[in-house]
């Protein structure tokens, strides 16, 4: 379905990433496979260096301190929030709502909204357009959008097929209105029929966490992971996002009447290199175009990739200038988005470290 | 099919490979070789083949007839 907005512009960027650093190289050791092949697999992904929590750090602990970083420095005032939203799929509770703990930690006001979106690798997007709908309200002059996940924690790492591309993050981005009258384009599509290819089955209330759903089990591709870890069906996602992604971007640009050569960047989700590469040539965009370099210095985290790709590709122009860009996410419900908005003239758009 | 023979067997980086070769025979078939190969079928054969697929597929002539068959629907 469509979605258009005008008048919203995006004003700042932070993302929290974890100080603690891990390596492939290191890892690939505790994976059942030959040697070989695992720097093939490297070589071929992208895979190096990620940002991984260390143990019992929860994403309202990066959340927090993103924002009180923002808050010491003079970049936001903690009265001005009248919207929090908080896209995760790793909350630190199932009750209460994690936007919630946030606020009470911070002490920020009571006369303002706190909603969590349980949302995936499309969850920035989604944010986006969930902020952009509050902004039609009066009361409303500033959103600010949390994208955080602590997947690591919910990986196996003796599954190659995930532990190595997961990395943990905590985006935030203010949102307010804006005088850019220029339509902001946003596509959306979901199908849950497909949800099976990336699930963490159990740990909700449909199959509770026990003993039994803690064992690792090898279900026949040699990796090892338990009813409790997240799984991922790699080559259904491959299919699903070479399938689906291009037509939707390719509908967005034609009912906006923007070709293709007249976007500056395709910023879209960071799943792994390979899979940004194939769908760039998909598109008969040039890699350069579509930054793909996410993964291989931070890890996929989820709905901050995103704003991860604009902070360590982008930061001058987005600062100093403006450019048109394409936001895709896709991943987790399925769900597919992508929306073509001006980001530019940023505040801040920087990186920081959770200690 | 000579062309497809030689794509498969670049992503096995193996110098040939014949019709009759199976495919799960060859030390380096992983769940990598098997997105290399499904991403190549889409790229050159606009062809979309999930890794269970491959689970009724022996040989790399089995293979070429899978792609034969999705092509013509």
């Not at chain 1, 505790?30 to 071929?44: I, T």
């Not at chain 1, 995936?120 to 009361?139: I, K, N, T």
């Not at chain 1, 089955?201 to 449909?206: E, K, T």
């Not at chain 2, 380096?28 to 979309?48: K, P, R, T």
């Amino acid at each position: 379905m469509n979605f258009s907005f005008r008048k919203k512009r995006i004003s700042g960027l932070l993302t929290v990433v974890p100080a603690n650093e891990s390596s492939f190289i290191d890892e690939m050791k505790n994976f059942n496979f030959p040697e070989a092949r695992s720097l093939k697999l490297m070589e071929v992904m992208g895979y190096n260096k990620r940002r991984m929590v260390k143990e019992g750090v929860c994403v309202s602990d990066l959340a927090v301190h993103g924002l009180q970083h923002l808050f010491d420095r003079g970049l936001l005032k903690p009265d001005e929030i009248d919207a929090l939203l908080v896209v995760t799929q790793s909350p630190d509770h199932f009750m209460p709502p994690t936007s919630n703990l946030i606020q009470g930690r911070l002490n920020l006001k009571q006369d303002m909204l706190c909603l969590d979106i349980n949302q995936a690798c499309a969850g920035f997007v989604v944010g986006l357009m969930q902020a952009f709908m509050l902004l039609e309200q009066e009361s409303v002059q500033k959103v600010v959008l949390i994208n955080a996940d602590v997947l690591s924690r919910k990986a196996s790492p003796k599954d190659r097929n995930i532990f190595p591309l997961i990395g943990d993050a905590a985006s935030i981005a203010i949102i307010e209105r804006g005088n850019d009258d220029a339509v902001i384009h946003a596509s959306l599509k979901m199908d849950g029929k497909r949800s099976e290819a990336l699930v963490i089955p159990a740990g909700g209330l449909r199959m509770p966490s026990t003993a039994e759903t803690a064992t690792l089990e090898d279900v026949g591709d040699n990796n090892l992971r338990a009813k409790d870890h997240l799984r991922m069906d790699g080559s259904a996602i491959f299919n699903f996002v070479q399938l689906e992604v291009p037509p939707l971007i390719e509908g967005l640009l034609s009912r906006a009447g923007v070709a293709t050569g007249a976007v500056d960047y395709f910023l879209c989700h960071q799943p792994n290199r390979f899979m940004l590469q194939k769908l760039a040539d998909k598109m008969k965009i040039p890699h350069a175009k579509m930054p793909n370099n996410v993964v291989e210095r931070f890890g996929n985290s989820s709905g901050a990739t995103i704003p991860v790709a604009i902070i360590i590709n982008l930061k001058e122009q987005v600062t100093q200038g403006s450019l048109q860009v394409v936001l895709a996410g896709f991943g987790g419900g399925l769900t597919w988005a992508a929306m073509l908005i001006r980001v530019g003239n940023l505040a801040f758009c920087d990186l920081l470290e959770y200690p | 099919m000579n062309e497809f023979l030689t794509k498969v067997a670049a992503i096995l980086e193996v110098n040939e490979m014949k019709s009759s070769d199976e495919l799960k025979a060859f030390p380096q078939w992983d769940s990598l070789a098997v997105l290399s190969v499904i991403a190549m079928l889409d790229a050159n054969y606009g062809v979309n083949l999930r890794a269970a697929d491959f689970d009724t597929t022996t040989t790399a002539e089995d293979l070429w007839n899978l792609v034969q068959s999705k092509k013509r629907v």
